[in-house]
C-alpha cells in the first residue's frame, strides 16, 4: 500500500492516489479533500523520528486516509437524510488526469467505470465497511490483510464485506456494454434542445428514471421522476424555462453526458446509464457548489 521511504517529495506524490480512493469512498470531492488533508496532518504531526520509523508511508497515509473516510461515511447517512431533495455524487469533468496537476482535486482524478455515476450511485447502498473493503480490494487492489487495518476487522471479515459489496453491485446495476453510448447521448441532445417529446420518448426506457439534485440552492425537482413519458415532458419543460439554453456534450464521470449553460454559466451536469439502445437512468446534478470543477471546463 504505497510507496518506501519518508522523503517529502515522496509523500507528497501519495496524493493523487489518496484522493482518488476518497472520492471513490464519498463521492464528493470537497469531503475527499478534506479527508486526504487530515491524512497528511496527522502525517506531519508525527514526531520526525516516529515518520522515519514507517517504512511505508503510503500505506500509512492510505490507512489513515481510509478510516477518516470510514468516520465521514458513518455520519454520512444523517447527514443526507437532512439535504434537500436528492443526493448525487459529485460530476467530474474529464481532465484527462497525468496532463494536469493543479489544486482542484478533479485535476488528479483518474477517470474509469468506478467513477461512473450509476457505479457510485450503487456504493450509496452499501454500508460504510462493505464500501471501504469493496473499493479498497475490488477497484484498487489491495490485499485483505491490509485492508483490516483500515476496519480494525480480521482478513476473513474484510473478505465477506467486499464480497457482501459485490453482490450489491450486480444486483444494483447489471453489466451494461458501453457501444453506442455517444450515439444516444447526441441524440438526446437533439430532441432535448428541438423541445421534440416525441423523440425523447423514443430514447427514454419506459421506465427510465430522472433524479436531479439541486441541494436546496437552486431548483430542481425533489423526488425522482419515474416514466419516459413524464421525464420527457419535464425536460422540454426546463428548455422552454430557460431560453437560450445551450447544450454541449462533454464527458461526465468518464462516460458520454451533457453540460447545460446560459449565458456561458453551467446550470447543470446530466450522465446517463443506457441499455439496448435506451437511457434507463438520467442523473442530474445543479447543485452549484457541485459545479465548481466544471467552471473551467466548457
Not at 5 to 33: F, K
Not at 185 to 201: D, F, H, Y
Not at 250 to 275: C, E, K, Q
Amino acid at each position: 500500500m504505497g510507496t518506501t521511504g519518508t522523503g517529502t517529495g515522496e509523500v507528497a506524490g501519495e496524493r493523487r492516489q489518496l484522493i482518488n480512493i476518497a472520492y471513490r469512498l464519498l463521492g464528493s470531492l470537497a469531503e475527499a479533500e478534506d479527508a486526504v488533508q487530515e491524512a497528511y496532518t496527522r502525517w506531519y504531526a508525527l514526531p520526525r523520528a516516529r515518520r522515519e520509523e514507517i517504512e511505508a508511508p503510503g500505506a500509512w497515509l492510505t490507512t489513515v486516509t481510509g478510516r477518516v473516510c470510514l468516520d465521514v461515511l458513518g455520519s454520512a447517512r444523517a447527514r443526507r437524510e437532512r439535504y434537500v431533495g436528492s443526493w448525487l455524487p459529485d460530476p467530474l469533468p474529464d481532465r484527462s488526469a497525468g496532463d494536469r496537476e493543479g489544486g482542484d482535486p478533479a485535476d488528479l482524478m483518474v477517470l474509469d467505470e468506478s467513477v461512473s455515476m450509476a457505479f457510485l450511485v450503487v456504493l450509496e447502498s452499501m454500508t460504510p465497511a462493505e464500501r471501504v473493503a469493496f473499493v479498497l480490494h475490488d477497484v484498487f487492489r489491495y490485499p485483505f490483510a491490509e485492508i483490516a487495518g483500515v476496519l480494525g476487522r480480521t482478513p476473513a471479515a474484510c473478505k465477506q464485506l467486499a464480497a457482501s459489496g459485490r453482490r450489491r453491485l450486480r444486483t444494483g446495476r447489471p453489466p451494461v456494454a458501453a457501444a453506442g453510448r455517444d450515439d444516444v447521448v447526441r441524440q438526446v441532445k437533439q430532441a432535448w434542445e428541438a423541445r421534440n417529446i416525441a423523440a425523447l420518448v423514443g430514447l427514454l426506457d419506459p421506465a427510465a428514471v430522472l433524479t436531479a439534485d439541486g441541494g436546496g440552492l437552486v431548483s430542481a425537482v425533489a423526488r425522482p421522476v419515474e416514466g419516459g413519458a413524464r421525464i420527457a415532458a419535464y425536460m422540454a419543460a426546463v428548455a422552454d424555462r430557460a431560453p437560450g439554453l445551450e447544450l454541449l456534450e462533454r464527458s461526465v464521470n468518464g462516460t458520454p453526458g451533457l453540460v447545460a449553460l446560459s449565458g456561458g454559466t453551467v446550470l447543470t451536469v446530466a450522465s446517463f446509464d443506457i441499455a439496448d439502445g435506451r437511457v434507463t437512468r438520467m442523473w442530474v446534478v445543479r447543485n452549484p457548489e457541485k459545479l465548481r470543477p466544471w467552471l473551467d471546463d466548457v
